[in-house]
């Protein structure tokens, strides 16, 4: 690392496994500081020893940088900027005096900051069986905020110039396909994405009640294609296109069709390749049938009203794709959606057409983007929200626009109705601990 003229902050990435040892070849004590990218790290995680290539920063016994010519000696308590470790206690201790008010056995959750801080806590249970702890590093099936990634690959493409927002199913998907879909001629894109094209919305209802007559059919791998041969294809539409709006899986699984067939690859592919890689996100995957690396926590529920969690980690995701298949872990969907609405993944007019080119609903003062909800609040201003549940599995992450906050929880069981559900509840009470004084 270099800096440039005058002062300049050297931001370092701590509790990263494998991590390489950074060299910071210009650093001045005078004027230079250095920052971390965690909101938790105190002084007494840290030491510097002098070394031959000069001051080495260690991180918990874990050597993290080296300052080129300079010796231990020189740096100043104004050489190293720590973050809010008093706001680090008390997120963690909402968790953990919110779980219990829950059905949930555990909690993972993170707040990124909009000076790059990021905290990440957990309590309780990861598995009941084997009472084993939650980990903040644990992965977990993040349900439909995968819409929010495959809306952001689909407006890529967009930007290219390989999909048009008005471009019908009829132009991008062959016939076979959309001669079994009604009004395929007419359905756009941009309804797909915003849930107004009025494709039938039978896997919304008629999927739980197959799951409830036969609750084997949950831990069958299935493809987003079979999905929808079974719920879509052949059915009547919900409602001309364009003309209501109503929450359908079906749309993004058509989505992840449109993907595969502009791009000749596959969604798991292209999401590698254009938001995963680039970010860096190495603990996410998109499950697909026949390769599921899996490696995720398990989820809970009350299949049978019994008053007793059932152990759902078995149930296959496979069936979502692009609606609702994603793995990731608290850490890397806060870096996605951070980078998301700061410009990273998308230009300005394309992010501003994500925003505005939905759907606008009064009655929530808000509407649904192209992959997301947003709320307008007078305490917290704009808020961007993606949420999903699957088998117990539940994630909801929200963006605040003018904080530059990003705020995430995961619980690994769910209840109907959603009110009552573990995740909203501890997100709202992490979102009440940012904004109190």
Known sequence: MTGGRGADQFQLAVGIANQPLSHITDFEPSKDFIAFNRLDVTPTDLKIQDSNDGATIFWKDQAIAVLSDIAATDMTSDS???GNVELAKTLQQTLDQTLPTTISPGVVAAVSTSDDKLWTGASGLSNLENNTPMNAG???PIASVTKTYTATVVMQLVEEGKLSLEGTLTQYLPDPM????ANSSQITIRQLLSHTSGINAAFQTD?????????ELAFID????ETLADYVYGRPASFAPGSGLEYNSSNYFLLQEVIEEVTGSTLAKELQQRILGPLDLQNTFLAEKGNNPGGYQPSYQDVNGDGI???LGAASITFAGGAGALVSTVEDATRFMQALFEGELLDAD????MVNGGVLVPEMNGGLGLGFVYL???DQGRQYISSGDVFGWSTQIQYFQETGTTAIAITNADTIPQEQNPNRIILNTIVTSLSSP
């Open 80 to 82: 190293i900027q720590f």
């Open 222 to 225: 299935r493809s987003p294609e």
């Open 207 to 215: 999927f739980t009640q197959d799951l409830l007559a036969n609750p």
């Open 376 to 378: 307008d609040t007078p």
């Open 350 to 353: 394309t992010f501003n057409e």
């Open 178 to 181: 959309t001669n079994q879909i």
């Open 309 to 311: 969690l059932d152990n």
């Open 138 to 140: 644990d992965r977990f």
